[in-house]
């Protein structure tokens, strides 16, 4: 069987311009980065298209080491819905180094489902994680040479300074780290340390941000610490936001790229869904909608994190819509919530098939309660057996919910074509715009509670005394009336990743919250959620090289 890499590179793309001529681009408004990637200016998102357009969602059921394939079942509908007639783009997140040499690998799909040029997309690509990364960390220089000031001091409290510094890699030694060290022309020592850029909030209001103004706006609307006399310091305090802007120019263009079929692909913004709202930028899915009659897209890690997110903040946000809502579920990973281990997955076992199937039948409740029209994608694989497979279609259509089996790795939109079928069916008779799950203007307690009551299942939500002291906080900086953004294991419907398949009677405790003013959120953090995550024992690295001729291998 061919490696997804090699899959990759025999594969015949198109030249950019060509695949803009499909969007109905011109050359003149195309900024090309080689001769398969360009950027796309603003000025190409027509309002009047937005609601006109389809927005189709793609989900998943939790999370497990079996694997889902959202993004290549996103990919493979994508292309899908091109073969049946539909013009059609998919937009999607970009990868972060830190799972591409870390443990996950990739995440440009896979098989024949897959975006290019693979390689550049999974490693530098055209520099947004880079410009995310250098914003973020000026502002974090910014503070410390206000902090050694002695004429322009803005009298900030180094203690309660809770900005880090990013890097996009996976580096544990970094979480804690002791700056300014080495004398008084080194700055005032201070803990601090390091968080992946896929968790900065630079990266955050990035993917919600609708223009420059706004982008600026809400760089200066980022909460630095306090002032010795109790005053809160913003970036705007320290006349930050205007440069943070101008580093991120480029990157707040959304990227096109091609699928192996020559789909056009918009690749845009990376932020994770465990911290952040883990889907790609507002900008670059309204180019989408504003250039093709159906727009595909995904949001992080199960329906409980990613899609959650999605709707609640995304689309409560900008004024976005999907039409229809995808969730994306694998015989392997059901089983696997059913007790199986991950190493026996691929055998029979329509018992354990059936107490997994609970996960899945708690993530179409919870699509259900955002009045949305739900398809459940049975992502296909070789071991699956027949019973298995008509067992789980049953579990959807006794909910009520069409179903559809894909092969999209191995056949690309061909495997999807019944999918993209019924896709097409459900927007022209699905009457459905979604209703959020809260209303921003709830207190930040009946926000929390009602996303881990109506969505996670949780009995109750339990604070520490550190996350009683940060709502004190979040109601005096007058941050109370913004969306809620949980941080909580993709692995479980709760607070514990140990806890698989449909979890009951169980408490969410949150230990803290933390403040991402200009992303108009607040983070509660559950259990323990890591914004610089650790490689592995055995890391993706090192399968990955390059020969003489600049051809690169091993990346998943």
């Not at 803005?154 to 309660?160: F, M």
């Not at 707040?252 to 056009?264: D, G, H, Y």
């Not at 900008?283 to 897209?297: D, I, M, N, P, R």
């Not at 997110?309 to 039409?323: A, T, V």
Request: glycine share 8%; charged share 25%.
């Amino acid at each position: 069987m061919k490696s997804d890499i090699q899959i990759a590179q025999e594969a015949t793309m198109k030249p950019i311009t060509e695949i803009a001529t499909q969007l109905g681009i011109s050359h003149d408004d195309l900024i090309p980065y080689g001769k398969y990637k360009a950027k796309l200016p603003l000025k190409l998102i027509d309002r009047k298209n937005l609601n006109k357009n389809n927005l189709i969602l793609v989900s998943a059921i939790s999370p497990t080491p079996a694997g889902e394939g959202k993004t290549t079942v996103s990919i493979g509908l994508a292309q899908a819905l091109n073969r049946i007639g539909k013009k059609t783009t998919v937009v999607l997140r970009e990868p972060s180094l830190g799972p591409v040499f870390g443990m996950k690998g990739g995440a440009a799909g896979g098989g024949y489902s897959q975006v290019l040029p693979m390689e550049d997309i999974n490693l530098h690509f055209t520099g947004d994680f880079s410009a995310v990364e250098k914003a973020h960390n000026l502002l974090s220089a910014i503070i410390d040479n206000n902090i050694q000031s002695k004429t322009r001091s803005l009298n900030i409290d180094p203690r309660t300074v809770l900005w880090k510094r990013v890097m996009d890699m996976n580096d544990r030694s970094l979480r804690n780290i002791v700056v300014g060290l080495g004398g008084t022309t080194s700055g005032i020592p201070r803990e601090t340390g390091f968080d992946i850029t896929a968790a900065s909030e630079v990266m955050a209001i990035l993917c919600l941000a609708e223009d420059i103004n706004d982008l600026k706006k809400r760089l200066g609307d980022i909460f630095i610490g306090f002032t010795f006399d109790k005053k809160p310091i913003f970036a705007r305090d320290l006349k930050v936001e205007g440069a943070m802007a101008a580093l991120l120019k480029d990157a707040m263009l959304p990227n096109l790229v091609q699928t192996i079929e020559n789909t056009p692909a918009i690749i845009h913004g990376g932020p994770f869904a465990n911290i952040a709202q883990g889907t790609n930028t507002v900008v670059a899915t309204k180019l989408g909608l504003s250039l093709s009659e159906f727009v595909v897209t995904e949001a992080g890690f199960g329906f409980d994190l990613g899609a959650e997110k999605f709707l609640d903040i995304k689309c409560e946000s900008s004024g976005l819509s999907p039409n229809a809502v995808v969730l994306v579920a694998t015989i392997r990973a059901l089983k696997y919530h059913g007790g199986v281990p991950v190493k026996e997955v691929s055998k029979p076992n329509l018992e354990a098939l059936k107490a997994g199937a609970a996960n899945m039948q708690k993530h179409i409740q919870n699509m259900e309660l955002f009045g949305i029209c739900p398809i459940v994608a049975i992502n296909r694989f070789a071991s699956d057996t027949e019973e298995e497979v008509e067992f789980v279609k049953k579990v959807a259509r006794d909910l009520g919910v069409p179903v559809s089996v894909v092969d999209v790795w191995g056949k690309g939109g061909e495997g999807a074509i019944d999918l993209a079928e019924q896709i097409t069916k459900i927007v022209a008779k699905c009457a459905c715009r979604y209703k959020p799950l809260y209303d921003w203007d709830w207190t930040p307690e009946k926000k929390i509670e009602t996303i881990a009551k109506k969505i996670y299942g949780a009995e109750a939500v339990d604070y520490t005394e550190q996350a009683k002291n940060d709502l004190k906080k979040v109601y005096s900086l007058g941050l109370d009336k913004v969306a809620v953004c949980i941080a909580k294991t993709q692995y479980s419907l709760s607070d514990n990743p140990e806890l698989l398949g449909r979890p009951k009677d169980f408490i969410v405790t949150v230990r803290r919250i933390e403040i991402a003013a200009g992303a108009k959120f607040i983070v509660p953090i559950t259990g323990q959620i890591m914004r610089m995550p650790g490689l592995p024992v055995i890391p993706a690295s090192e399968n990955i090289d390059v020969d003489n001729n600049g051809v690169i291998t091993g990346l998943m």
